[in-house]
C-alpha cells in the first residue's frame, strides 16, 4: 500500500500526478486526509480521500508520499499521524517520497543527513545536513525527493521505478508520452 498524505494547501499537480502515475503502473494508492475525508488544495480544487489519518492501516505498507505546498506542508509536519507514519517507514526501511517544499519535513527529522535530496529553491537550508542535488527527482536511499510542481510526473515515474522497477515506470512513461 502506497499512502499520499493530503493536508488543507497541498499542492494539486505535485499530489494528483504521482497518484494517477502511480494508479497506472497498478499499485495500491489510497489518499489520506489529514484533516478530513476532503482536502482543499492550494489552488482550491478539493480532492476526497480514501481514508484518514486517524485510520492508518500499517498492513503491507510499501511507500509514503508527502506532497508539497504551502501551508500543505506545514500541516502535514504538525500531524502526529503523519510523522508517526514516517517514524513507522523509517524503522521498517520504507521509501518515502516528498516533493517541493515537504522534504524541509524530512530536514527537520535528520533524516536527510549526510544523503542527496532536493527540494523547492528557497528550501535547501530546511534540509539539515544534506548535499544539494542538481536533479529535479533524487533518490537516496529509501528517501525519493523532488524540486516541485514542473518535476511531478517525473517525480511520479521514480515513484514507480524504486516500486516496480525501470522498465515498469518506462512502459507507463510511454504509456503518457513522455517521452
Not at 480532492?47 to 511507500?63: F, K, P, Q, S, W
Not at 524530512?106 to 527540494?119: D, Q, Y
Request: charged share 20%; proline share 3%.
Amino acid at each position: 500500500m502506497i499512502y499520499v498524505f493530503l493536508s488543507s494547501g497541498f499542492e494539486e499537480t505535485e499530489a494528483i500526478a504521482p497518484i494517477d502515475i502511480l494508479r497506472r503502473a497498478e499499485l495500491d494508492v489510497q489518499i489520506v486526509g489529514v484533516q478530513d475525508d476532503v482536502v482543499v488544495g492550494s489552488h482550491g480544487i478539493a480532492v476526497g480521500c480514501d481514508t484518514t489519518v486517524a485510520h492508518i492501516d500499517y498492513d503491507n505498507l510499501e511507500m509514503i508520499v508527502l506532497p508539497g505546498g504551502v501551508p500543505g506542508t506545514l500541516g502535514l509536519e504538525k500531524s502526529p499521524g503523519v510523522q508517526q507514519c514516517i517514524d513507522y517507514a523509517v524503522a521498517n526501511g520504507l521509501w518515502i517520497g516528498a516533493i517541493c517544499a515537504a522534504p524541509s519535513i524530512l530536514g527537520h527529522k535528520g533524516l536527510l543527513e549526510g544523503r542527496e535530496a532536493i527540494c523547492f529553491p528557497g528550501y535547501e537550508q530546511e534540509l539539515s545536513g544534506a548535499t544539494i542535488s542538481g536533479q529535479r527527482v533524487c533518490v537516496d536511499g529509501k528517501f525519493i525527493t523532488a524540486k516541485g510542481a514542473g518535476a511531478a510526473v517525473e517525480f511520479g515515474l521514480k515513484l514507480v521505478e524504486c516500486l516496480k522497477g525501470e522498465d515498469r515506470a518506462k512502459t507507463v512513461g510511454a504509456s503518457m508520452q513522455c517521452w
